[in-house]
């Protein structure tokens, strides 16, 4: 007679004192029931597994595609283990003049996949892992990682991200069966990704793709897919364009009307052009100075008074936002929609510098020159975004109480020219508007740029400005700065004396004294430069690296 394995398990879940162990269970003297109940189970345990038929082996996998890249070099691949081994550390915020390796990780990936390396096999399910965890990172991670991360993440249901992601973030760049599988049956992340890798190989294969499959995807779906067009977006496009703007889903429909808008020489943009110079005009005459508004020209505008069939299809949405007018609304729309060479002919030959410095009447010019700056972000017109933008020495304009936003005009700019506005802009104003500013400009920051954040960051220190309000700007300038400028910066990690004797900013304390508050804020500015420095040396030291000899194939 033999006690089953359930019986053994009933007995341990109810315990020895509630039901005795059944035979032939039985406790050795000076042995309690429930270190026999234990023995048995422990002697069940071993006849159970030898017991144990072999379960099937399965079929082993396919052995991981070859990668033909170079590897790393030894001391970037160093560099890669000890970057993926601090991810799990506190990140950003801690204090300490330590650099801070977690944000140094999107840099070192984007600069090496420059290079062309492939990852190491050995650090693929840390990369892997990593992407797991910052989606941020995932694009550089997987065009690192390559086939062979592709193929990992095929046997660990936890990194499927890579599966979504395509073709094109492993690396493979011909299409072939499995793109076709991917696109007619994958989930929807597939086949989005699918979609933009085909768009960057070849836009037109990727038009015709999702025009064959259009009548069958769901309204949120088609909505998504026509976002990928606006890559490589061209006049090619234009016809496929035109017929979506009968869609049946209104924000397709807005879509589609945005993405024509943005093609300066669309039948749209014309239609959207005939009604704006219907609605816009100049006023030579007397009528202005009548009104009270002044000598010389004025742009008059005339609301339209309906949105009809016609505007609608063409993108103009009917129903205004809360606390917006319907008139307003519909002009807006039309004018950032109308293509900007339109206005020169409207206006005389006027330059847009010329047309933006006219005064409007009737108090039109805030809806009038914030639809103007939509459309020079949306048709990338520097022209217009410059003569929008004007002088960088401009104080800027309250929150909420301005047209402009200088960061989307910024983008229809050059990278330098951006870079040098945005240095005057820091030089006139300081750092507390800027941080928009700066996360627009190309990295690493252009010579003018970088010496405006230092000098600034500098000036706040002596006048004795609250750190803590500093340090967006600080930890943009770290992974943004040239590391180039690490010796220039030498000087500033040294806390500055008053010529009491005293730390600056100590504001009204007695000479050669300093509060706690002014104490920590010093100690605060001494800390984040040496930080800053430490961190430009060591992305020297990282990009140094990967210049280096190559190390073996893996």
Request: charged residues 25%; aromatic residues 6%; proline residues 9%.
């Amino acid at each position: 007679m033999t006690t089953t394995w359930d019986e053994l398990v009933t007995t341990a879940l109810l315990g020895t004192a509630r039901r005795a162990p059944a035979p032939p269970v039985r406790a050795r003297d000076g042995q309690d029931a429930a270190s026999a109940l234990l023995d048995a189970a422990a002697v069940e345990t071993v006849r159970r597994r030898a017991g144990a038929l072999p379960a099937a082996a399965r079929a082993r996998p396919e052995p991981a595609p070859e990668d033909v890249r170079p590897p790393l070099p030894p001391a970037a691949r160093r560099r890669l283990a000890r970057l993926l081994a601090d991810r799990g550390s506190t990140g950003g915020g801690r204090r300490g003049a330590a650099p801070d390796l977690t944000e140094l990780l999107p840099q070192w990936l984007a600069a090496a996949n420059r290079h062309g390396y492939q990852a190491p096999p050995a650090l693929l399910p840390a990369l892997l892992e990593a992407a797991r965890a910052r989606t941020d990172l995932r694009p550089e991670a997987l065009v690192l990682g390559g086939p062979r991360a592709r193929w990992l993440a095929g046997l660990n249901p936890q990194w499927k991200y890579a599966l979504r992601a395509g073709p094109a973030a492993a690396g493979r760049a011909a299409a072939g069966p499995e793109d076709t599988r991917i696109w007619e049956e994958g989930l929807f992340a597939e086949r989005a990704a699918h979609l933009t890798s085909l768009r960057r190989r070849d836009p037109a294969a990727a038009r015709e793709l999702l025009a064959g499959a259009w009548p069958a995807e769901r309204a949120e779906d088609r909505l998504m897919f026509l976002d990928v067009l606006r890559e490589g977006l061209s006049a090619a496009d234009e016809p496929f364009l035109e017929r979506t703007l009968s869609d049946r889903s209104r924000n397709v429909r807005a879509t589609a009307a945005e993405l024509l808008s943005a093609l300066p020489g669309s039948a749209l943009a014309a239609r959207m052009a005939e009604r704006a110079r219907s609605c816009v005009s100049l006023d030579r005459t007397g009528a202005a100075v009548a009104a009270g508004a002044g000598e010389g020209p004025r742009i008059t505008v005339e609301a339209p008074h309906e949105c009809d069939k016609d505007m609608q299809r063409d993108g103009v949405v009917v129903k205004p936002p809360s606390g917006r007018g319907e008139r307003s609304w519909w002009l807006s729309q039309i004018v950032e929609a109308a293509p900007l060479a339109a206005w020169r002919e409207r206006f005389g030959g006027r330059s847009p510098a010329g047309i933006v410095a006219l005064p409007v009447t009737d108090g039109w010019q805030p809806e009038l020159h914030a639809a103007w700056c939509r459309a020079a972000v949306r048709q990338r017109d520097a022209e217009w975004a410059r003569a929008l933008l004007g002088p960088a020495s401009e104080p800027p304009a309250a929150e909420g109480t301005s047209w402009r936003d200088p960061a989307k005009l910024l983008t229809a700019l050059p990278a330098d020219e951006r870079a040098e506005w945005v240095a005057e802009f820091v030089s006139a104003h300081g750092l507390s508007d800027a941080f928009r500013l700066l996360g627009v400009c190309a990295v690493p920051w252009a010579e003018p740029l970088g010496r405006a954040i230092v000098d600034a960051l500098d000036t706040a220190r002596d006048a004795g400005g609250y750190p803590w309000s500093f340090s967006g700007v600080m930890g943009l300038a770290e992974r943004c700065l040239d590391p180039a400028q690490a010796d220039r910066l030498e000087v500033l990690t040294a806390q500055p004396q008053t010529p009491d004797g005293g730390p600056a900013g100590s504001g009204g304390s007695a000479p050669g004294t300093a509060t706690p508050a002014t104490t920590a804020a010093g100690a605060y500015w001494e800390e984040a430069f040496q930080r800053l420095v430490g961190t430009l040396r060591l992305r020297a030291t990282m990009l140094a690296e990967l210049s280096g000899p190559a190390g073996r194939p893996a």
